[in-house]
């Protein structure tokens, strides 16, 4: 009796692993689709680099477009997950409260290599997290973004809204095996040491400003980058690396390939601007080791400030 009950569990284990909450296939699988990945993904470059156990997949020569869905049931469940990411804002007023998009920060509807793409995503989570010190679903990835980056409140896991856009992750994630990552995913790290405010300024003033907006506040073209509006002090984005790396790989928008130096000054002196505060922030890395660029009190551990 005890053997068959064992028998059953490991099959319905293994239908539940290959298998979405709404019954399709969500990628294709190397090792068991419930297999833990372990990263700390506030980390641009850990992020990327936190399957070391196998070799990164290529980057997809055709990443997946919405336009070319069929016109069925989950064909419009991927389309209005799309819509979601792409609006997130009208989309979720409730769940939103600043004047970020998702695709604020994941360019290109999230299909565009070094600036943290979603491109594989689904292949990388359930993943173990440093930062809450837990195991992480793509769920509770979605509402840190919505906690954090665009200062609003978590989406049930079972609200239409996170189905469809879980399904545009599984969507773009077709064909990448379970437990890789794939190459181009998060952005390239900018290994500096120093970050020097006072030239941020004058990067940020002849270089950000004419889209961001001289205060930060954001303009039609860009969104705020400091201010009530923007994202807040607990978001990845408020770490200086993560920033510098986002930044020297993506922009200027219209001309990327901003000079690694640059970089890290300009991302010193916007994360040194106001912004939200995060009510759990000092929660964060319950067990100590928050990376060093982490602008808040954690365990163990006082911020030092940029120059």
Same mark, same amino acid.
């Given at each position: 009796?005890?053997?068959?009950?064992?028998?059953?569990?490991?099959?319905?284990?293994?239908?539940?692993?290959?298998?979405? $909450?709404?019954?399709?296939?969500?990628?294709?699988?190397?090792?068991?689709?419930?297999?833990?990945?372990?990263?700390?993904?506030?980390?641009?470059?850990?992020?990327?680099?936190?399957?070391?156990?196998?070799?990164?997949?290529?980057?997809?020569?055709?990443? $997946?477009?919405?336009?070319?869905? !069929?016109?069925?049931?989950?064909?419009?469940? @991927?389309?209005?997950?799309?819509? @979601?990411?792409?609006?997130?804002?009208?989309?979720?007023?409730?769940?939103?409260?600043?004047?970020?998009?998702?695709?604020?920060?994941?360019?290109?509807?999230?299909?565009?290599?070094?600036?943290?793409?979603?491109?594989?995503?689904?292949?990388?989570?359930?993943?173990?997290?440093?930062?809450?010190?837990? @195991?992480?679903?793509?769920?509770?990835?979605?509402?840190?973004?919505?906690?954090?980056?665009?200062?609003?409140?978590?989406?049930?896991?079972?609200?239409?809204?996170?189905?469809? @856009?879980? !399904?545009?992750?599984?969507?773009? !994630? /077709?064909?990448?095996?379970?437990?890789?990552?794939?190459?181009?995913?998060?952005?390239?790290?900018?290994?500096?040491?120093?970050?020097?405010?006072?030239?941020?300024? !004058?990067?940020?003033?002849?270089?950000?400003?004419?889209?961001?907006?001289?205060?930060?506040?954001?303009?039609?073209?860009?969104?705020?980058?400091?201010?009530?509006?923007?994202?807040?002090?607990?978001?990845?984005?408020?770490?200086?690396?993560?920033?510098?790396?986002?930044?020297?790989? /993506?922009?200027?928008?219209? /001309?990327?390939?901003?000079?690694?130096?640059?970089?890290?000054?300009?991302?010193?002196?916007?994360?040194?601007?106001?912004?939200?505060?995060?009510?759990?922030?000092?929660?964060?890395?319950?067990?100590?080791?928050?990376?060093?660029?982490?602008?808040?009190?954690?365990?163990?551990?006082? $911020?030092?400030?940029?120059?």
């Amino acid at each position: 009796m005890i053997r068959r009950l064992t028998t059953l569990v490991l099959a319905l284990s293994a239908v539940a692993a290959c298998w979405s $909450p709404d019954g399709v296939p969500s990628h294709s699988a190397g090792p068991s689709a419930r297999a833990v990945n372990v990263a700390d993904a506030e980390d641009v470059s850990a992020a990327a680099g936190g399957m070391a156990a196998h070799a990164p997949a290529p980057w997809p020569d055709n990443v $997946p477009r919405v336009d070319t869905l !069929s016109d069925t049931p989950h064909g419009a469940q @991927i389309r209005r997950g799309h819509a @979601i990411l792409t609006a997130t804002k009208d989309s979720l007023p409730q769940y939103v409260g600043n004047d970020l998009r998702c695709t604020s920060c994941h360019l290109d509807d999230g299909r565009r290599a070094n600036a943290l793409p979603w491109v594989g995503l689904m292949a990388r989570f359930p993943q173990y997290r440093t930062r809450n010190a837990k @195991i992480n679903t793509i769920e509770d990835r979605v509402n840190d973004c919505l906690e954090r980056s665009l200062v609003g409140r978590a989406l049930p896991n079972d609200d239409p809204a996170m189905r469809a @856009i879980v !399904s545009y992750f599984a969507f773009l !994630s /077709n064909d990448v095996p379970v437990g890789h990552r794939v190459q181009g995913q998060g952005a390239p790290p900018v290994r500096l040491e120093t970050a020097n405010r006072a030239r941020g300024d !004058s990067v940020y003033a002849t270089t950000c400003a004419r889209c961001h907006g001289a205060a930060g506040e954001g303009t039609p073209l860009a969104p705020p980058v400091w201010g009530e509006r923007a994202y807040s002090l607990g978001a990845g984005m408020g770490r200086v690396r993560t920033m510098a790396a986002f930044v020297a790989a /993506n922009m200027p928008y219209d /001309n990327p390939g901003m000079d690694p130096q640059d970089a890290m000054d300009v991302a010193a002196y916007v994360n040194s601007q106001p912004r939200p505060t995060f009510a759990r922030a000092a929660l964060d890395w319950p067990f100590g080791g928050a990376p060093a660029d982490v602008p808040y009190a954690t365990v163990g551990r006082t $911020p030092v400030p940029w120059e």
